[in-house]
């Protein structure tokens, strides 16, 4: 196991919360090596104790990456209180420790200690807090600390994702935390709303709506709900893609012709056309860097992805091979891309790295779209079939863990994952 160097972590937060869980989570597999943590539950509150370490046992699992150890019997909460052999003989390398109370403001406060069970060693102490009701953020938080702890990656259990819910003729553009709780409805529509897009500071949402009669593309505010009309060319405005920086947009346009791809400011200003091709271009995504944009085009013939340079030039193709290709993402780090591959009628999420250039399918084939990645690229987010209706799910990078993620009621589309908090 890598671990990050000790400190403290003390987190402040001030969102609002509701209770329910928007979907119903479902695991299918489990990493290659997972590492056995107990998660002891928490001395003070009872109350506070049980859910935080509920959350927190939640997030790990969903993961993959770990297999819970029974703490039954055994209630430390002290470094000094622990009987580091009896850990051991319960197959735990790593267990969890600590106390949660309420602060006199109202505020929640949990104070931790992860412990390495084999080395019985102190890996470091953690005080996370937040405002009165935010329990759920407190055990995402921590859930995050041990990730990083004992990975080396960073946590994603406090993000959100964004998606689209379909009921009837009712369309809802759907913010969430990262494991279906804290619904909040950005936008409500009887007509169709595509192509949701995280601002790089996850402040804002594009999207794409068909309120006016045609596709054109809006920006808004998640704190103040206000929006703005930024495209609304005549003919189609669609895809729209922020910029690493937030200070350009991408988008697709008919305004000429054919479908293009354009740079935009997130005000609407400064339109710029990047793509010349006479054919589809569409479904444009920035490099980690902002130098460069993958997009989808039938220019070839098939569909297939491309890259090119943001200060323009030659595109370059980049997928080969039978079948066609859309929705290209980057990876955070730049180094590989996440794609829907359709062959013989089938839809799979399939990933290739820059280097080799190799393909590289994970998952099993069906309706299985618009791929996203999780801000750390362990996990890709992307819309499937499940139950007769449209779900989300989630498979890891290498292939092994898979999640179905099922709404109460309707069909979720359009999933983007959204940015570090």
């Known amino acids: 196991m890598r671990f990050l160097r000790h400190g403290l972590a003390v987190l402040l937060l001030a969102y609002s919360s509701l209770a329910a869980a928007v979907l119903e989570i479902e695991i299918i597999g489990a990493g290659e090596n997972q590492i056995p943590i107990a998660l002891v539950p928490f001395g003070g509150d009872e109350k506070l104790a049980a859910e935080i370490n509920g959350i927190v046992a939640a997030d790990l699992q969903r993961s993959g990456l770990f297999r819970l150890v029974d703490s039954a019997g055994k209630s430390p909460h002290e470094p000094g209180e622990v009987d580091y052999a009896d850990w051991q003989v319960r197959g735990a390398d790593a ?10 403001d109202g505020r929640i406060e949990a104070g931790f200690r992860l412990l390495d069970a084999v080395k019985q060693t102190d890996l470091g102490g953690h005080a996370v807090s937040a405002a009165k009701g935010q329990v759920r953020a407190v055990g995402h938080r921590i859930a995050d600390l041990i990730y990083e702890k004992l990975t080396g990656d960073r946590g994603v259990f406090s993000t959100r994702i964004v998606y689209v819910n379909r009921q009837d003729s009712r369309y809802k553009l759907i913010v969430a935390d990262s494991d279906g709780y ?20 996850g402040s804002h949402l594009a999207y794409v709506s068909f309120e006016n009669g045609h596709a054109a593309v809006y920006v808004q505010s998640l704190y103040t709900r206000q929006r703005k009309l930024i495209a609304n060319f005549e003919g189609s405005n669609s895809a729209p893609a922020w910029s690493p920086d937030g200070a ?26 990047m793509t010349f091709s006479g054919a589809i271009d569409t479904e444009p995504h920035f490099s980690p860097d902002g130098q460069h944009l993958l997009f989808a085009s039938d220019r070839g013939g098939s569909v297939q992805i491309y890259r090119m340079a943001v200060s323009g030039g030659p595109a370059e193709r980049m997928t080969f091979g039978g079948g066609n290709n859309y929705s290209p993402r980057y990876r955070h780090d730049g180094k590989a891309f996440v794609f829907t591959h359709r062959e013989s009628g089938q839809f799979y999420i399939a990933t290739q790295d820059f280097q080799s250039g190799q393909m590289e399918l994970l998952t099993a084939g069906g309706w299985e779209k618009k791929p996203t990645y999780a801000p750390n690229g362990k996990l890709i987010l992307y819309a499937s079939e499940g139950r007769g209706r449209g779900i989300l799910a989630t498979v890891s990078s290498d292939g092994r863990v898979k999640q179905h993620m099922f709404t109460q009621s309707g069909d979720a589309r359009e999933p983007v994952w959204g940015p570090l908090p």
């Open 95 to 104: 267990l969890s420790i600590g106390i949660v109370q309420t602060l006199p």
């Open 182 to 201: 804290n619904e909040q409805v950005l936008l409500s529509l009887n007509e169709p709303i595509m192509s949701p897009a995280w601002s790089p500071d």
């Open 248 to 273: 350009l947009m991408a988008v697709v346009l008919t305004r000429d012709g054919s479908s293009q791809i354009y740079l935009v400011r997130p005000d609407g200003s400064n339109l710029r056309r």
